[in-house]
């Protein structure tokens, strides 16, 4: 796998939990899958939302139908 070097910036307890936990040598590696698993589980967060909003768009429709007496804008002045 091809890396790439960058600089970050972490909290002093991070990196003192990070040292006492993942030996030297292997704190790229750590911080490399943990970043991973992350954003692997933001991306399922994200496409179960969309299948849960495509899933249920007739209910949030008729609400907001419902709702729809209440804007402002249809009240008299």
């Known amino acids: 796998m091809q890396t790439q070097r960058i600089n970050i910036s972490l909290p002093y307890e991070v ?3 990070l040292n006492g936990a993942v030996p030297q040598g292997k704190r790229s590696q750590f911080i490399a899958k943990a970043v991973s698993e992350k ?3 933001k991306r399922n967060i994200e496409k179960e939302l969309i299948k849960s909003l495509k899933a249920n768009s007739k209910f949030y429709k008729k ?8 804007e402002v804008e249809g009240w008299p002045e």
Do not use: D, F, R
């Open 39 to 41: 954003l692997t589980k």
């Open 63 to 70: 609400v907001a139908k419902e709702w729809e007496v209440t």
């Open 15 to 17: 990196i003192k939990q």
